[in-house]
């Protein structure tokens, strides 16, 4: 088989040979969207590490003016007006060519399934920022309605069927992951024939044992980031670069 100097060609004819793709993605891809990154060089905690202690479920649960404060920083967020890049819409076409398994993502931002994801095939460990969960009965509900509350005078709105705290139904520090969750992800890596990570630093466990799981399930490794990771050593194949323009240049038709 021909070779290539180009890193780019190399990694887009194993993404063209592969039928079971896996795809993990991280802040990265959605940093092009304009949602900052929580771990990067510019990232919030890197900048703000008390930001970080107050993310703690701990705090949260036990100090009213730390989910104060969490709601009033809701409100603002960028992420609510961030629309899906270039890097989002290359997935959704790897999709439509019938090679993606799952769509694994440490994102709560939910700009997969708005790009055209289908829900079913995108495993969010991190759970998402456009729902809330009741801490005391698990009852789930869309975040627009409690943010509607906080804009009409609620500093700390509370669950409406048992009124217990409400919180993001994202994964918090100190929280627990979801063990269907991360079990559904550890299974479909084990299950590729090409693990494409894109834009995570593959620093944060387990999620990040998805790529050595793969590799030692015989998948080849595809790993597209702008730093090096702690993978980079076992990846076949490692691109730097803006991720919304690689990943068009892998996954377009
Ligand atoms: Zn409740």
Redesign the pocket.
Known sequence: MATSDDPVDDARRRMDSARRVVVLTGAGISTESGIPDFRGPRGVWTRNPAAEKQSTIQNYLAEPEVRKAAWRSRLDSPAWSAEPNAGHRALVALERRGVLHALVTQNIDELHQRAGSSPAKVVEVHGSMRRVM?W??G?RAPMEEALARVRAGEADPH?L????ILKSDTISFGQALVPEVIDRALAVAGQADLLLAVGSTLQVYPVASVVPLAKDAGARIVIVNNQPTPMDAIADALLRGPISEVLPALCSA
């Not at 069927?161 to 217990?164: F, K, R």
């Open positions: 009741c005391e009965c009852r669950c069927a048992c009124g217990g």
